[in-house]
């Protein structure tokens, strides 16, 4: 059991769409707060707008949470205290609460269509005044209008009466004193006409029933807080502190949207991005650890390091080469175990298997064969994306080989003469079928060089375009070692015939 002084936070998405980075942000820093103090992280799925609400969208958001690691005390698959954990099945509840509020004249029947509301709005913006969301047409009916409505079978809503002196206020924990005068609140539908609460009436009698302590949100939801506390206040509950964090721009400084690139996080997981940088990099818009420490950090060292009061205030922009940046910082930072966990998919998607030819080279497994590739890499290794490129050539003879390579350096016909004679060296010198070092290699290229009165560098070049297809790779005397000699033979025959 968590103590009862500490935190509980939770994460609210409509499951309308993806999970997306402005999402995950606001699921990351309630997580985060959760985490760095000992307090409970709550996820809760607010599917009151069923037209928009997708079994899928709901899916996507879970599978993005898991991907990100963010894992839920409280929510779907997990249960909890204070489930379900889901609005569409908590209607009981709302219908409960909203009998209080009938009850103590907080709230009213609203006949109107959306029909009706539409005319009215227009004939008041025709006539040059504003349409803020509803008139209060309704909180005005008599007791036989409502009779005669309610004989008629009109459907209704309910909306709540708002106070129309005084001033609503909160102390934000990222903005500050936030103040709205009544008068201009709007009386805002709690239940709709066909039973289900609304968001804002749902979202209130959850975060107070859930017993939440922190409601961490985007500041697209500042303009609902003054409408929600005031349910607050007709309930007398008392309200949980707020904290809106800002907005996440593009690089051009407009809200991020699609035209930006990639908004979702699986978007993201499909460009090769770890869960991990994202992780660092969502935590770094809108927070960062202060003074000159790293950015770089590991989950656990954003944990200890959080907290809500270096929140920023203003704007974070969404910057893909510093994601990019915080993603090989990553990667570098990984293991020999965890790259070769990261390659093996990567090595299973492209359908390259071990094969017979490498088995004579001691290779006794395509793990220990694939390992052996990524230490040639090294820090090389910095992007899943790239990844294929930089290692295809060990696992297949179809390997692009790109024609201005040759050009680069060393004449082709020249490179190809060379490949001819390093070739037959290799022949003469080694045995194929025994597995050879990098020393062994390195020895017999630099031999023939000094027969031939070249550089070694003139054969190197060469060589690297037959073997890899590519102009740069890792050390190619540890390329020869692992493509072999059988192969790399082979190779520098057919790129000579080529
Ligand atoms: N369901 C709301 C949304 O997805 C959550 C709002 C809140 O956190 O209060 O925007």
Redesign the pocket.
């Known amino acids: 059991m968590s103590n009862p002084n500490s935190p509980r936070v ?5 499951p ?1 769409g993806f999970l997306h980075v402005g ?1 995950a942000r ?1 699921a990351l820093f309630n997580w985060l707060y959760a985490r760095s103090q000992g307090g409970t992280f709550v996820l809760r799925i ?1 599917d009151t707008d069923q037209e928009r609400s997708t079994e899928e969208s709901y899916s996507a958001i879970l599978r993005g949470m898991e991907w990100l690691g963010m894992d839920w005390d409280e929510g779907p698959h997990k249960g909890g205290d204070f489930g379900p954990y889901k609005q569409s099945e908590r209607l009981d509840i709302y219908n409960k609460h909203l009998q209080t509020l009938i009850d103590g004249d907080f709230a009213y029947k609203c006949f109107c269509s959306n029909d009706d509301l539409e005319a009215r709005q227009e004939e008041i913006t025709e006539d040059g005044g504003q349409w803020a969301g509803y008139d209060g047409q309704c909180r005005h009916l008599s007791d036989e209008e409502i009779a005669e409505q309610e004989a008629a079978g009109t459907p209704f809503a309910w909306r709540l009466k708002t106070p129309d002196e005084d001033t609503t206020f909160w102390y934000d924990i990222v903005l500050d004193k936030l103040e709205f005068q009544n008068e201009l609140l709007v009386d805002r539908v709690i239940v709709k006409a066909d039973g289900f609460p609304t ?1 804002q009436f749902a ?1 209130v009698v959850d ?1 107070h029933d859930m017993g939440i302590t922190h ?1 961490l ?2 500041d ?2 500042v303009s ?1 807080t003054p409408f929600q506390l005031l349910i607050y206040k007709a309930m007398e509950w008392k309200p949980p502190k707020f904290g809106h964090m800002p907005m996440i721009l593009g690089p051009d400084k407009k809200r991020l949207s699609k035209r930006h690139g990639a908004t979702s996080v699986e978007e993201f997981e499909n460009k090769g991005i770890l869960p991990a940088a994202m992780t660092n990099y969502l935590a770094l818009l809108g927070w960062s650890p202060g003074g000159n420490a790293d950015e770089v950090m590991s989950v656990d060292q954003i944990v200890k390091k959080f907290s809500l009061k270096k929140v920023n205030s203003s704007p974070a922009s969404f910057d893909y080469d510093k994601l990019a940046h915080i993603n090989s910082e990553h990667i570098k930072n990984l293991s020999a175990k965890e790259r070769l966990e990261l390659a093996k998919p990567i090595i299973a998607k492209d359908g390259w298997e071990l094969n017979d030819e490498w088995l004579i080279h001691g290779v006794s497994d395509t793990n220990n064969y694939l390992a052996r590739v990524l230490g040639t890499l090294g820090n090389r290794f910095s992007s899943l994306l790239t990844l294929p490129n930089q290692i295809g050539f060990f696992f297949t003879e179809e390997h692009f080989v790109d024609a201005d390579a040759w050009n680069e350096n060393v004449a082709p016909e020249e490179a190809r003469a060379i490949l001819v004679k390093l070739a037959s060296a290799i022949e003469k010198g080694m045995d194929l079928d025994v597995a050879q070092p990098a020393s062994a290699f390195e020895e017999l290229v630099r031999t023939t060089a000094e027969e031939m009165g070249v550089k070694a560098g003139e054969l190197i070049h060469p060589s690297r375009v037959a073997l890899t297809g590519q102009t740069r790779s890792a050390g190619i005397f540890e390329v020869m070692e692992l493509v072999g000699a059988r192969r790399t033979v082979a190779r520098m025959k057919n790129a000579a015939n080529s």
């Open positions: 939770r994460f609210a998405p409509s309308t999402g606001t607010e968001y979202v975060d409601v949100r985007g697209d939801h609902n």
